[in-house]
């Protein structure tokens, strides 16, 4: 790899972004013929890092026997879907939507589990029109939902109670979800009332307990402390009557983003082996499996100073990728030409709003109008939470695969923004 590396947090072995002959490549893809090609800004994403992460994922937890179900909602393009798909991975979804992306690629829906805090009954007569592994139930008053929209079918609910374990955890308080301020989950206290409604109904059956104490969590700790909570609860359910014989940990796992330790998920692993006692689980990893894997690839417009500061404009903004805006999220930028460097600036976006930012008072090498620029770590929750703020078509989205690259979402035109408009 010749020289010293641009950054100070280097790009790691096994990433497949790596720089071969001083260019940045994805896998055995240079990323200035993906730009020329397909433009900027877009995201590029690695099948192989997709796969790999996958595959390190679910073998990890082999030994505890855990499902992983893959929270579609970290990114959600059918091409990514698919292959997940094909490794014979189980998703987590949220929404009708994420379930009809499911559906429309022919995943095995028997594998897919409904969450969320706020189903429309629409979306809970979708799920229950299929045969999923299980609806994951937030409130007492959905339960209840369920419980009389599966009467009016005629069929059984397979549910699931996501509990709230109030574990605090270490990460933005916006992905923080575990504790009694939050919105998720049910209070473990309501159990005599959530105990009665599935006993009075003849078409709930309770399969399930489940939780999601948070997201980028890089401490086992917390993971650890809310299965035996969650364990507790089983049994809890169990003496009433209500034996579950699945438990579902959630997702959460975290990624370095900043050169951080990787998250121990062999460990978290051990103590799921170790501890489970023949509860089945679940896994619902996002991040994990498509964070590392993704990049969005930009073009540096301008570049101005004032007394003050240095900036650095590219083509892409807060509205392609709303993580640092959102929270203040540190992503790693690297030239796509490898360079030292050599300046201090703020790496911003086209968008009228002060918080379109990707990076502040980043060192970063010398850039010119013109140069290509990498935002890391971008395929987790980066093209799923774009929007046409400022009327910006949202950016095409690339998988490489070996020497190979292809479209998998084109990008947006004009319109398509003005489509649904009268
Ligand atoms: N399961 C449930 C029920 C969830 O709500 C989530 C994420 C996951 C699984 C997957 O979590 P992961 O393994 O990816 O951490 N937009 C934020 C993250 C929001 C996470 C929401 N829930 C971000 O960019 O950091």
């Given amino acids: 790899m010749g020289s010293?590396?641009?950054?100070?947090?280097?790009?790691?072995d096994s990433s497949p972004f790596r720089y071969q002959r001083g260019e940045l490549y994805c896998e055995a893809v240079p990323l200035p013929l993906i730009a020329e090609q397909v433009g900027t800004p877009c995201y590029v994403y690695s099948r192989s890092a997709i796969l790999n992460n996958y595959r390190h994922f679910s073998g990890a937890f082999r030994a505890a026997e855990a499902l992983t179900c893959y929270a579609v909602k970290a990114n959600s393009n059918l091409a990514v879907l698919r292959l997940l798909a094909q490794l014979e991975s189980g998703f987590d979804v949220v929404s009708g939507g994420e379930l009809r992306r499911l559906q429309t690629i022919g995943a095995d829906l028997t594998r897919v589990m409904f969450s969320g805090v706020g189903k429309t009954t629409a979306e809970i007569r979708l799920a229950l029109e299929q045969d999923l592994l299980a609806l994951n139930v937030e409130s007492i008053e959905e339960l209840e939902t369920v419980a009389r929209l599966a009467a009016d079918m005629g069929c059984q609910a397979r549910i699931s109670l996501r509990l709230n374990p109030d574990v605090q955890v270490e990460t933005h308080p916006y992905i923080s979800t575990g504790m009694r301020q939050h919105k998720f989950g049910i209070d473990p206290e309501k159990i005599e009332s959530l105990v009665a409604v599935i006993k009075k109904s003849r078409h709930l059956d309770l399969v399930a307990l489940g939780c999601h104490i948070g997201s980028q969590i890089l401490d086992v700790k917390p993971f650890?402390?809310?299965?035996?909570?969650?364990q507790a609860l089983a049994g809890e359910f169990g003496r009433r009557g209500l034996p579950v014989q699945i438990l579902d940990l959630g997702g959460g796992i975290g990624i370095p983003y900043r050169g951080e330790a990787p998250a121990p998920i062999e460990e978290y692993a051990r103590f799921l082996t170790e501890h489970r006692n023949g509860y089945r689980l679940v896994l619902e990893p996002g991040r994990f499996i498509v964070g590392n894997a993704g990049i969005l690839l930009s073009r540096v417009l301008y570049r101005k100073t004032n007394r003050e500061k240095s900036f650095v404009i590219v083509d892409a903004a807060m509205n392609d990728f709303m993580r640092p805006?959102?929270?203040?999220a540190y992503h790693e930028v690297l030239p796509v030409q490898q360079r030292e460097p050599s300046q201090t600036v703020d790496l911003v976006g086209p968008v009228c709003e002060s918080g379109d930012f990707f990076a502040k008072e980043r060192h970063l090498p010398e850039v010119a109008q013109g140069d290509l620029l990498a935002v890391m770590n971008a395929g987790a929750y980066g093209f799923a939470l774009a929007s046409n703020y400022n009327s910006r078509p949202r950016p095409a989205e690339v998988m490489v695969d070996g020497?190979?690259?292809?479209?998998?979402?084109?990008r947006e035109r004009f319109e398509d923004l003005i489509e649904l408009e009268q």
């Avoid at 010293?4 to 790691?12: A, C, F, N």
């Avoid at 805006?325 to 203040?328: G, K, P, T």
């Avoid at 020497?403 to 084109?410: L, P, T």
């Fill in 325 to 328: 805006a959102l929270y203040q």
């Fill in 4 to 12: 010293r590396l641009v950054s100070s947090q280097p790009v790691p």
């Fill in 403 to 410: 020497g190979n690259h292809r479209i998998v979402r084109r």
């Fill in 224 to 230: 650890q402390d809310s299965f035996v909570k969650l």
